[in-house]
């Protein structure tokens, strides 16, 4: 069976730097293109699992992508949330002081999890599978209103 993934593949850029010499900026992520690339089992190049069907710039700014997956083993994993993390393989060329002079896509991977915080897919077969729940105490105060309104049925409270 097929199984469609979708997700995050890179957070937005850091607003101080580049946090690591593969990590992309606000530029590189609008220009990327993974359409076609080919999604891999933990960057392993001999364990090609399916293939990235587009990439686009998030709300965010991350870096989202969509891709296909045809190996049955890979689409059990998925399916059990063994692998449910992103990652991006770039190839990276430098000059001889280790400046990186070209960042390209080569590939994208499933994997355990991701190197990057957040990359995680988001969505299989365009069911969400990632959400957050807040319990906090602010988080789950009522607005004033609505706890008069309460108070004023609650029994107790008169």
Do not use: Y
Not at 14 to 26: C, E, I, T
Not at 81 to 100: A, F, H, K, P, Y
């Amino acid at each position: 069976m097929v199984l469609e993934i979708r997700g995050t593949a890179h957070p937005p850029p850091p607003r101080g730097g580049r946090g690591g010499p593969a990590d992309l900026s606000a530029a590189e992520i609008a220009s990327t293109n993974l359409a076609g690339a080919p999604l891999l089992n933990e960057h392993d190049a001999q364990d090609r699992v399916g293939t990235c069907l587009a990439s686009w710039k998030g709300t965010d700014g991350s870096l989202r992508m969509s891709a296909r997956v045809d190996n049955a083993e890979a689409e059990r994993q998925i399916r059990n949330g063994t692998l449910r993390g992103l990652s991006l393989g770039t190839d990276l060329i430098m000059d001889e002081n280790q400046s990186v002079l070209f960042r390209g896509q080569a590939e994208c991977s499933i994997c355990e999890e991701g190197k990057r915080d957040g990359t995680w897919m988001t969505h299989i077969n365009n069911v969400p599978v990632m959400g957050r729940a807040n319990a906090s105490k602010r988080g789950a105060r009522r607005t004033p209103h609505a706890a008069r309104r309460a108070a004023r049925r609650a029994p107790w409270c008169r």
